[in-house]
């Protein structure tokens, strides 16, 4: 979707996500147990991410990752970009909660027309890109890669379709996923993009891909070229 499309009637002014953000959490142990935060978090340890300085969060709800970050490196400043102005209040209040506000700025703004206006070395975006098409992902990829120095790392966490057996209970749930979302967010997305397409095509190159619950759930590092010392990886 171009840029130009009333964006602000989907998420700014109705913010369907701000409905969560009370019970986001709550919802999400429900439905996956510890899973979707073993994914999140699976990095945090990662050098890419303790060596950034500076870090673009995209999308990221309520803020507990952001504020585990924030605590786990104290170095790093953080601007956080969401169209919710409710989960942009937690993410503040939680940063606030750790003495860590004055390194995070926010940012209400939909992600499908935002252009950094600074430079990166580290990118996150967890479960948020499936809310964009495939199109959507890879104008965003591009805007983003201008601002992002050589090795800079973006970090991609997510629902994936896998292949074989698993492939049909992992189909079930992501359809449940979109449905229930459509009907509290108002989530216009239906299916899952292929942000891999989306990521290779501006330019970016997979450097490592991690699984769990038999491939539903992914978390993958990508870089831009210079650093990528490594095979790329395909998949
Ligand atoms: C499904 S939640 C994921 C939250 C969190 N990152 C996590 O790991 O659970 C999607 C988040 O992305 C935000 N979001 C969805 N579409 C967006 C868009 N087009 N622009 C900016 N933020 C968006 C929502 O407001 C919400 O905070």
């Not at 002014?13 to 994914?39: S, V």
């Not at 966490?157 to 992501?174: E, K, N, Q, Y």
Request: net charge positive.
């Amino acid at each position: 979707m171009p840029p130009s499309l009333p964006v602000q009637d989907e998420h700014s002014q109705r913010d369907g996500f701000g409905r969560l953000a009370r019970l986001y959490r709550w919802l999400e142990y429900l439905t996956f147990g510890p899973w979707l935060a073993l994914c999140r978090n699976a990095r945090l340890r990662d050098v890419s991410v303790t060596a950034a300085r500076h870090a673009l969060i995209l999308g990221d709800g309520d803020g507990r990752f952001l504020a585990r970050l924030l605590r786990q490196n104290p170095g790093l400043g953080i601007l956080s970009v969401d169209s919710s102005p409710a989960m942009l209040d937690r993410q503040s209040r939680r940063a606030a909660r750790d003495g860590n506000a004055s390194r995070l700025t926010i940012h209400c703004e939909d992600i499908r027309c935002f252009t950094p206006a600074a430079d990166y070395d580290l990118v996150t975006t967890h479960f948020c890109l499936d809310c964009l098409s495939t199109t959507e992902i890879e104008a965003l990829a591009r805007r983003l890669r201008l601002r992002m120095a050589p090795g800079a790392c973006w970090i991609v966490s997510d629902f994936a379709l896998p292949g074989g057996a698993a492939r049909i209970p992992a189909r079930i749930v992501v359809r449940s996923l979109y449905l229930a979302f459509r009907v509290i967010t108002g989530l216009q997305t239906r299916t899952l993009p292929d942000h891999a397409e989306a990521l290779r095509n501006a330019g970016f190159v997979l450097l490592d891909r991690c699984t769990w619950l038999a491939g539903l759930l992914m978390s993958e590092r990508w870089t831009t070229p210079a650093g990528a010392s490594t095979k790329p990886l395909t998949y």
